[in-house]
């Protein structure tokens, strides 16, 4: 499986009502390239997940997407990426703004050390979203119920959110993402560190939010990418090798490298 | 023979007897026997063998010699002084002392003869102990070298004896804590049997001074340690208000904000201040501080003490900042990096992710480092000593003078102490009480960093 | 999600300018912070070298003066009573009364209190160099009285009247300095003499050597037993309870107060095993006791850091574990607690307050030869100088101080080349 120089990325990587596009988007680290010059369309209102080897630059391409990356020193990215007509690396753009309509949520679950209640509040509150303590309790009941973690914290919202089980920490952060009602929400392998029957929750929790949010789901499971997600776009060693329709690319892939890895040939 | 005599001797055997172990294994391997152990074990055997008992006696005399002669030369004492009491008997044993240094004085005293017979002593004792040690010396150098066979298992013996020393260096830590508990508690026993506990833990008035003659009005002094205490704590508070946000404040500065070049230059820089010698800072406090906090307050129409608390605790401060700095900063790099990522991708910023995730995360780690700093402050003894007053007052106000527990401790215990004087023994119950404050602090804060450290492991 | 109609985006939007607002202030802050330290550094160095500076210097007066053998009633140069014992300090004096001429008694007195009490030892040593001296005059440089030493050094030149010397010692200065014999020289008293009550005789010489002695009493001591107890606890301790209470009791003792330590020396070496007071001997002991926490924990640390391959390759050889201890792990790790070693006795040299319980606050004319000679430290020396009302030793007390932080910046450099040589190892 040599590297291809310079590969254009089969399939269609572009499409008419994108959200977020990214174009000539190159990363280094230091003096190591982590991504080659890729440029991809993420439609509105839809689910793409990004699948490849690990270490082929899928996190490092979704942290660009909100800027993630400008908390590492040695990280430099060139290229462009739209969000809604504006290129959200000019100089100009303040990444506050920015990480509230683009929201992440992590591999390993991260609740704060607060309660749950809190961990909720803390980007309403930040950002000054909710005008009175009325207003502040709906929208943390709201993005719980969302979450589909209500019904198991309704009871405690005042103990702390570390003391939830895996499978709850996530969704407790998904719930925290979505208390700020961002428009785009990037996930990066949230699934890794929890059992299948957490899993399943997340998946269909995901399936859920499509209806209003744009979703970017980096995974590691091949059948997750497929369950979730409208659009795959594979890479290997930094370069977008092939975008299609999950369908698509999981029974008639392009590129064989593509192939290679759906048939687990490698990863 | 005095001490480094001996000593010289005792090293001197060590070379000689691993030589003459070493030798002789080397001697038996060469005429076919097959020895057990490399003949430096053998060596090393008979060197520690022929070393260790001496020593150990050389210490036990050290220790015992004085008392033991003493005793004894109390018997040559005539009767009158004996009767008299403990003082007295002090009093005329160095006397003697002093006698028996310098003969030529010796014939106008009554305790010529206690004179004479002490360096009548002090020749004997001399040659026994000399005689002893080298017996031992020879005495542990012919039996281990003539234990020395082909099968004797000198490797085992040498390490199971290597070992015994190990583990007596690392015990001595635990001896210095109790030798301090010790030291300060049978003192402090013979204190509290003078002066009530309750007295001098809730007391008002400090005022050690006994009088010379019982006669003298308040001859029996007044040991109501409240002032200290309150003194300790305003100068220990007016320190932690400097050091505690200027040092966080500086680790978070150095820790989240600053370029990698700007942090190698200051971090350094603020361990110099944490290496500066107290008294340094006690200088500082006393002549540059002090006159200073002074002039402001007289152009601003306060009446300011030339010892003020406040120049005490703002130096104090100042040498406190590079430790509560550097502790922080380790406490706030264990905080792991997801949780900071987690504020950042809701869109915080800095700050609000410092403020309200960061320091919350730290909260314990930074708890104990504040603990760790009070019971350092609280211990402080040079700067206080230097720049703030003996005046026992009871004031909250940082512009009049205080004393603290280390500067009377210093004070009853420097120049000439009278035993047994609660004056002197005060010293100790102050010594017990801020040993016990500050281990229990100490306790408690490395606890605390130490469970909020595997906490993030 | 919420009741009103803007996005989340506009209400950030409208957020933003406290918040960065808010940012700024806290960044400055930190800025502040970290500033403020390093401007009490340099406010700290700045003050002690001001004050310090020309403790260096020494003002003398270059004067020819006469060694009358009959003043000095010296009659055979082999005489060695008489050499001793003469006067000297007469025989000065009674040069710059016929020299000087001053009028009456009262300017007699001013004119002698110029002239340090060192002046007469001065004369008397060359002398005892040199005996052929004696009947001939000879030009030396005598030390002045700490008063003429700061009005020349500080206040000639910038009449703000602040001296202390009269008229009549003002007219006598001026006609030496236009003369130029009144000159400053580099002061090697300072450097070769011990305490003195007199500020232009003390010096701190008496002070380094109790110190030189008592550091290495500590040294000698407390390296070793560290380094033992280090490798127990490291290499041999099982783990156990007992064992977990030795750590603990480490780490705290690390944190006791050093005056805890004076008070411990007090009760138990000097009361109970009758070790002498005021002997760098037990100020070496009771230091020991401190600097062991130092030096047991860095010195786990260097342990820690030999990998552990090297000890798994000397076991399979077939080493002992004592061998593979003491031949393979710890010549490794010896630089690594050397370093800590260094750091722990640059602890111990800057060390005061358990020093004053154990007596070494005395006042020591003489040099110490032998640890079992009273004497002083330079932290003490400069506590017990800093006391001293006069000007001049103010200013010998800083410049003491600048010695003290020079060892101390010494020690501390060799500890940090010794660990960036370390880490370029591994
Ligand atoms: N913080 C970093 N510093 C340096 N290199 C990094 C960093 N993060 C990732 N990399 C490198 O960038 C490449 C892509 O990593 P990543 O995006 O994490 O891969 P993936 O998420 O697909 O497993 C890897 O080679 C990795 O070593
Ligand atoms: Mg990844």
């Given at each position: ?5 310079n ?13 977020l596009s ?7 680290y230091?003096?190591k390239q982590?991504i080659f010059?890729?440029s ?6 839809e ?8 270490g ?7 942290r ?13 990215v ?17 990444v506050?703004?920015?990480?509230a309509?683009?929201g992440m949520?992590?591999?390993k ?12 509040a803390?980007g ?6 909710a ?8 929208i943390?009941?709201?993005s719980?119920?969302r ?5 198991e ?5 005042h103990s702390?959110?570390?003391g939830?089980?895996?499978?709850q920490?996530?969704?407790l ?6 208390a700020v009602?961002p ?7 949230p ?11 997340i998946?269909?929790?995901i399936?859920e939010?499509r209806?209003k ?6 995974t590691?499971?091949m059948?997750q ?7 795959t ?7 977008l090798?092939e975008?299609?329709?999950t ?8 590129h064989q ?8 040939r490698?990863? | 023979?005095?001490?480094?005599t001996?000593?010289i001797?005792?090293l001197?055997a ?5 030589l003459?172990g070493r030798n002789?294994a080397?001697?038996?391997?060469s005429?076919?026997?097959?020895m057990h ?9 008979v060197?520690?063998?022929t070393t260790l008992?001496?020593l150990?006696?050389?210490l ?9 002669v ?9 009767e ?7 003082a ?5 044993l160095s ?7 310098d003969?030529s ?5 009554n305790l010529?003869g206690?004179?004479?017979h002490l ?14 040690i ?9 039996l281990?070298?003539r234990?020395?066979?082909p099968?004797m ?35 402090a026993i ?12 809730f007391g ?14 308040g ?6 340690a ?5 003194g300790?704590?305003?100068?220990s508070?007016i320190?932690?208000f400097i050091?505690?946000p ?5 680790a978070i500065?150095l ?9 190698q ?7 110099v201040l ?11 406090a006393?002549?540059t501080v002090a ?9 601003a129409?306060?009446?300011?003490s030339?010892?003020?608390?406040l ?10 900042i590079?430790f509560?700095s ?5 406490v706030i ?5 997801s949780l ?9 910023t ?8 960061v320091?919350?995360?730290a ?7 504040v ?5 350092r402050?609280?211990?402080?003894t040079?700067?206080?000593a230097?720049a703030a ?24 215990l ?8 609660p ?7 102050l010594?017990?009480?801020l ?5 229990a602090?100490n306790?408690?804060?490395i606890?605390?960093?130490q469970k909020y ?5 | 999600?919420t009741?009103?109609n803007l996005?989340?985006r ?10 960065r607002?808010s940012?700024?202030?806290f960044?400055?802050y ?14 700290l160095f700045?003050?002690?070298f001001s004050?310090g500076y020309s403790?260096?210097?020494q ?5 020819e ?18 050499l001793m014992n003469?006067?000297?300090e ?7 009364k016929?020299e000087?001429?001053?009028s ?6 001013q004119l002698y209190s110029?002239?340090?009490a060192?002046?007469g ?8 160099a ?8 000879i030009?030396i440089d005598?030390i ?8 020349f050094?500080?206040?000639?030149g910038?009449d703000?009247g602040s ?6 010692q003002?007219g006598w ?7 130029g014999d009144?000159?400053?020289r ?5 450097f ?9 005789l ?6 380094m ?10 040294f000698?001591?407390s390296f ?12 041999f301790?099982?783990k ?6 030795v750590e603990?009791?480490i780490?705290n ?5 050093s005056?805890?330590f ?5 009760a138990i070496f000097i ?8 002997t760098p001997?037990v100020?070496g002991?009771?230091?020991?006791l401190?600097t062991l926490?130092t030096i047991i ?11 552990p391959?090297?000890?798994e ?6 080493a002992?574990k004592?061998?593979?201890v003491?031949?393979?792990?710890l010549?490794?790790?010896l630089p690594?607690?050397l370093t ?5 006795m ?5 060390e005061t307050a358990?020093?004053l319980m154990?007596g070494?606050i ?5 040099v ?10 330079l932290?003490?020396q400069i506590f017990?100088w800093?006391?001293s009302?006069?000007r001049a030793?103010?200013?010998?007390t800083?410049?003491a ?9 010494i020690?501390n ?9 370390l880490?370029?190892?591994?």
């Amino acid at each position: 499986m040599s590297i291809i120089e310079n590969h254009k990325t089969d399939g269609k990587p572009f499409c008419d009502s994108a959200k977020l596009s990214a174009r000539d988007v190159c990363v280094h680290y230091g003096e190591k390239q982590a991504i080659f010059d890729v440029s991809l369309d993420i439609g509105k209102n839809e689910v793409i997940a990004l699948i490849g080897p690990s270490g082929c630059g899928k996190s490092t391409f979704l942290r660009c997407l909100n800027r993630m990356n400008d908390t590492i020193d040695i990280c430099k990215v060139t290229g462009e990426i739209v969000l809604d007509g504006g290129n959200i690396y000019d100089p100009k753009v303040d990444v506050v703004p920015l990480r509230a309509t683009v929201g992440m949520v992590f591999q390993k679950p991260n609740p704060f050390p607060k309660t749950i209640y809190d961990n909720v509040a803390y980007g309403p509150r930040i950002h000054g979203l909710a005008t009175s303590r009325v207003d502040l309790d709906e929208i943390v009941e709201k993005s719980l119920q969302r979450a589909g973690l209500w019904a198991e914290v309704k009871d405690r919202l005042h103990s702390p959110g570390t003391g939830l089980s895996g499978g709850q920490q996530q969704r407790l952060c998904i719930a925290r993402t979505i208390a700020v009602d961002p428009e785009v929400i990037l996930m990066d392998e949230p699934c890794s560190a929890l059992d299948p029957i957490a899993t399943a929750k997340i998946e269909e929790l995901i399936d859920e939010l499509r209806e209003k949010y744009t979703i970017a789901i980096v995974t590691h499971s091949m059948q997750q990418a497929a369950r979730v997600s409208q659009r795959t776009a594979y890479f290997h060693l930094g370069q977008l090798i092939e975008v299609n329709s999950t369908d698509k690319v999981f029974t008639t892939p392009e590129h064989q490298l593509t192939e290679a890895y759906i048939t687990g040939r490698f990863g | 023979m005095n001490y480094s005599t001996l000593l010289i001797a005792v090293l001197i055997a060590l070379g000689g007897a691993y030589l003459l172990g070493r030798n002789r294994a080397r001697t038996l391997a060469s005429q076919g026997a097959k020895m057990h152990s490399l003949p430096t074990h053998y060596g090393a055997l008979v060197a520690l063998w022929t070393t260790l008992p001496p020593l150990l006696l050389l210490l036990l005399w050290a220790v015992f010699e004085t008392r033991v002669v003493d005793m004894l030369l109390t018997l040559q004492l005539p009767e009158s002084i004996r009767l008299a009491g403990e003082a007295d008997v002090r009093l005329a044993l160095s006397k003697v002392h002093n006698l028996a240094k310098d003969s030529s004085l010796m014939a106008e005293s009554n305790l010529s003869g206690a004179a004479a017979h002490l360096v009548d002593l002090q020749a004997r004792t001399s040659l026994l102990k000399g005689g002893v040690i080298l017996a031992l010396i020879f005495a542990g150098l012919g039996l281990t070298w003539r234990r020395i066979q082909p099968d004797m298992r000198a490797r085992g013996e040498v390490e199971s004896i290597v070992r015994k020393l190990l583990f007596l260096s690392s015990a001595i830590a635990v001896l210095t804590t109790l030798g301090i508990l010790a030291s300060v508690l049978f003192e402090a026993i013979m204190f509290f049997q003078k002066v009530s506990p309750i007295e001098f833990l809730f007391g008002t008035t400090w005022s050690p001074q006994v009088a010379l003659r019982a006669d003298q009005s308040g001859s029996s002094g007044s040991f109501g340690a409240i002032p200290l205490f309150t003194g300790t704590l305003l100068i220990s508070a007016i320190a932690m208000f400097i050091a505690v946000p200027v040092g966080l404040m500086a680790a978070i500065y150095l820790s989240e904000y600053a370029a990698s070049n700007v942090r190698q230059v200051a971090k350094p820089a603020l361990e110099v201040l944490a290496g500066i010698p107290t008294v340094v800072y006690g200088f500082f406090a006393a002549l540059t501080v002090a006159p200073l906090i002074r002039q402001w307050g007289e152009t601003a129409g306060l009446d300011v003490s030339s010892e003020s608390a406040l120049a005490a605790g703002l130096v104090m401060g100042i040498m406190i900042i590079p430790f509560v700095s550097s502790l922080s900063d380790d406490v706030i790099n264990a905080v792991p990096q997801s949780l900071r990522d987690g504020s950042y991708g809701l869109g915080a910023t800095k700050s609000e992710t410092v403020r309200q995730v960061v320091i919350p995360a730290a909260l314990p780690g930074i708890v104990g480092a504040v603990m760790l700093a009070v019971s350092r402050a609280i211990g402080e003894t040079m700067i206080v000593a230097m720049a703030a007053g003996l005046a026992a007052n009871l004031t909250a106000n940082p512009l009049d003078s205080v004393t603290t527990v280390t500067v009377q401790i210093v004070t009853l215990l420097v120049g000439d102490q009278e035993f047994d004087s609660p004056k002197t023994l005060a010293a100790f119950a102050l010594g017990l009480v801020l040993f016990i404050v500050t281990l229990a602090l100490n306790f408690v804060a490395i606890k605390i960093v130490q469970k909020y450290r595997e906490q993030y492991d | 999600m919420t009741n009103s109609n803007l996005t989340t985006r506009q209400k950030v939007e409208a957020s933003m300018a406290r918040r960065r607002a808010s940012e700024t202030r806290f960044r400055l802050y930190g800025m502040a912070s970290v500033l403020f330290g390093m401007l009490c550094l340099v406010v700290l160095f700045g003050d002690i070298f001001s004050k310090g500076y020309s403790a260096f210097s020494q003002t003398v007066l270059t004067t020819e003066i006469y060694l009358d053998a009959d003043y000095l009633e010296i009659s055979t140069t082999s005489d060695e009573q008489a050499l001793m014992n003469a006067n000297y300090e007469g025989l000065v004096k009674n040069h710059f009364k016929t020299e000087m001429q001053p009028s009456g008694r009262k300017e007699r007195r001013q004119l002698y209190s110029m002239i340090s009490a060192g002046a007469g030892w001065q004369i008397q040593k060359e002398i005892l160099a040199d005996t052929s001296l004696i009947g001939q005059t000879i030009t030396i440089d005598l030390i002045m009285d700490d008063d003429v030493d700061q009005w020349f050094k500080h206040d000639h030149g910038n009449d703000d009247g602040s001296t202390r010397l009269s008229e009549a010692q003002l007219g006598w200065l001026d006609s030496w300095v236009e003369s130029g014999d009144l000159h400053t020289r580099f002061n090697t008293t300072f450097f070769v003499n011990g305490d003195s009550r007199e500020p232009e005789l003390a010096g701190i010489r008496g002070a380094m050597t109790g110190t030189f002695l008592t550091l290495l009493v500590t040294f000698l001591l407390s390296f070793p037993i560290g380094v033992a107890a280090a490798i127990y606890l490291e290499e041999f301790a099982p783990k156990n309870r007992l064992t977990e209470i030795v750590e603990i009791n480490i780490n705290n003792l690390a944190a006791v107060p050093s005056i805890t330590f004076g008070l411990l020396g007090l009760a138990i070496f000097i009361n109970i095993f009758g070790v002498s007071r005021s002997t760098p001997l037990v100020g070496g002991l009771v230091l020991t006791l401190m600097t062991l926490p130092t030096i047991i924990i860095s010195g786990r640390a260097a342990i820690k850091a030999v990998p552990p391959s090297i000890r798994e390759a000397a076991l399979g050889l077939g080493a002992s574990k004592m061998q593979t201890v003491f031949h393979h792990v710890l010549p490794l790790a010896l630089p690594g607690m050397l370093t800590g070693t260094i750091i722990g006795m640059a602890q111990a040299l800057g060390e005061t307050a358990p020093l004053l319980m154990i007596g070494m606050i005395a006042f020591v004319v003489d040099v110490p030869g032998f640890i079992n000679d009273p004497s002083t430290v330079l932290p003490v020396q400069i506590f017990l100088w800093s006391d001293s009302p006069e000007r001049a030793f103010t200013e010998r007390t800083s410049g003491a101080i600048m010695v003290l932080l020079g060892f101390l910046i010494i020690m501390n450099t060799a500890a940090v080349v010794l660990r960036r040589r370390l880490e370029r190892r591994w």
